[in-house]
Each structure stands twice: as C-alpha cells, then as structure tokens.
C-alpha cells in the first residue's frame, strides 16, 4: 500500500454539475451508471474503507483494480488504482484517484485528483488526463441532460508507450 | 522550464459555429460568465476587454488572432486585482475541433512572465465559465449562478 501522505496530485479536474451530491455519488459508484459515461466501463466498489475497487472493459476483463482508501458518501471517494492487462503499464506503481464532492452555489463541484508516488512523466500523465476530460465531461452532460456524448476511448496517446517503457526500464519509484 | 500556465478541454454537445457565437456574443457570454461580456469586433489587432455592465473592467488586451469558427487568441491582462495585474500579461488559446460527433473546446491561459497569482485565478475561474457554457448550448440553462 503506497504511502498517503507522500502523493502528489499530477491530474486535477474539475467540473460544476447541475445536480445533487447524492446524485453524483451514485453516478460515480453504480456499475450501470458508469457504463454510461466511463467508455462503457462498468465500475466495481465494496462500500467500505478497505474494500476492493474495479473498473473493467466493456467485456469484464479488468482495465484497474485498487483498494477503497474513503468511503465517504456523497462526499469523497478515494481508491488506488493498478493498470492490469496492459503489458508494461501493468508495472507501473498504484496511483490514487480521488473524487471530492461539494455543493457549490446552485450546482455541485466535482473535483477528480490523480495523484502518484513518484515524479511521474507528463507523457504518461497525458494518457489518463484526456481520458479523465472525456468521462468529466460526459459524466455531466449524462447528469445533466440524461444523454451521454458519443466519446469512445482513444487509447494511449502517441509518446506514452514509449514513456511507460523507459519508466518501467528504470523504476524511478525506488530512487527516493 | 515551461512558463505558468492552465489547462482546459471539456466536450460539448453541439456545433463549432454555435460553440463560436457563444463565446463571442455579448448577450449570451453575460449569461455563462457571472454577466461579464468582451467588449471587442473580434479583429486581429483590436482592443478587447472584459466588462461588466456597471462599466468595471475585468480584464483588458487585444485579440492576436481570430479565426472563427476553430481559433481565438487574446492578449490578456487582469485589471480586477492589483496582486494579479502586477504578473503582467498573459496569452489565452481558445481550440474549437469536431470530435467523435461532439465539440472539443481547450481553453489553454498561459502567463508570459513569472508568478503564481494569475494563474491560480483562472484556475479557479475557468472551470465555472465553462461548466456554465457546456450547460448553457446543452441544457439552455447555466449549472452554477453567482454574482461577481
């Protein structure tokens, strides 16, 4: 288990939604719900600190798996997060992905932070960063309008393959 | 070292000519930025400024390059704060791309000198402006209302 304390936010989001906190907590915890607006990726949460988180592909193979840090509805979510089935991303340390929820005027701020252990590349973080725009986004438009966009998921950008093997080459997780 | 900047994409459910008009009609920016409007003809060149309708300035600059409906480029400098003014001007790209069936808009706000106070406000402002916006060409009603 990483050490909390010593993460760095690389990826910070945020996005006003016109809805309820209640609202939001469901959308980000509900299987069906993600499926949605996560690329078709149905999202697997135990209800308890300790539990064990999982998003998986369309067709239930496991895209990351990770332990619940806070179960806090409707207010902050907190779970790690391991890429699996991936080839050398697979090596790459646990991240934490965050979600804080709060009421904000009329609306709701939602808050997704990723954050590592390590001095990560922009080249990786690129990756998840314009994956995270496209699931915030329709996350949203879904909460707002009962529709999704049409966003599939584009994969790795160019240069992040590359980077995730010269990382895993050199672990400079465990220079610290 | 890469000079202080943020950050912007978020995708929005409708057309890059509509996308265009929303950020630079007088009438409809006022309604998805807390009834601030740019005062500008949108030419490469001209004068732009922020403004309120009792007349305070929010910011001010000009606009370097304009090309509707896929890219607008202002110079930009706040006038709302002394702290923030002070860190000088900055450069703001706005991207309109189709993608995937929707628009993907990036907002990219870059500080041309150093400082953190700029930027810390238009990382706080952006992401209320263009929540509002998204809402606004989707929904036909903001998501956050506030006063400034």
């Not at chain 1, 050490?3 to 016109?18: C, H, R, S």
């Not at chain 1, 790459?92 to 979600?99: D, S």
């Not at chain 1, 701020?109 to 922009?122: G, K, L, Y």
């Not at chain 2, 950020?23 to 732009?48: N, Q, V």
Request: aromatic residues 10%.
């Amino acid at each position: 288990m990483v050490d909390v304390a010593k993460l760095e936010p690389g990826t910070v989001y945020v996005t006003y939604i016109a809805a309820t906190p209640e609202q939001v907590w469901q959308a980000l915890t509900d299987p069906a719900f993600s499926k949605r607006y996560f690329f078709g990726f149905p999202v697997e949460v135990e209800q308890r600190a300790g539990g064990t988180f999982k998003l998986l592909y369309p067709d239930g193979r496991v895209h990351a798996r990770g332990k619940v840090i806070e179960w806090s509805p409707p207010r902050r979510l907190s779970c790690t997060w391991l890429i699996e089935g991936m080839g050398e991303f697979d090596e790459l340390p646990e991240c934490i992905v965050t979600y804080d929820i709060e009421p904000s005027g009329d609306a709701v701020r939602v808050t997704m932070t990723e954050s590592h252990s390590w001095d990560i590349p922009d080249a990786i973080l690129a990756g998840g960063r314009s994956g995270w725009q496209a699931v915030m986004s329709n996350l949203k438009s879904l909460l707002e309008t009962g529709k999704t966009l049409t966003l599939d998921n584009q994969g790795p950008p160019p240069g992040m393959a590359e980077a995730v093997k010269r990382a895993v080459a050199e672990k400079p997780w465990l220079k610290r | 070292m890469s000079k202080p900047s943020f950050v912007y994409v978020t995708y929005i459910r409708t057309t890059q000519e509509k996308l265009w008009a929303a950020l630079t009609d007088k009438s409809t920016m006022k309604k998805y930025w807390f009834g601030a409007f740019a005062e500008t003809d949108w030419k490469p060149g001209s004068p732009w400024a922020l403004k309120f309708d009792d007349g305070r300035v929010a910011d001010s600059g000009k606009i370097l390059e304009a090309d509707p409906p896929n890219r607008l480029v202002i110079r930009w400098q706040n006038e709302w704060k002394p702290e923030i003014k002070a860190e000088g001007w900055s450069c703001c790209t706005m991207t309109l791309e189709p993608h995937q069936g929707v628009i993907k808009l990036t907002v990219q706000h870059e500080l041309e000198g150093e400082g953190t106070k700029f930027i810390e406000a238009v990382s706080g402002g952006w992401p209320k402006i263009l929540s509002n916006l998204k809402s606004l060409l989707e929904t036909g009603a903001v998501a956050y209302e506030t006063k400034v």
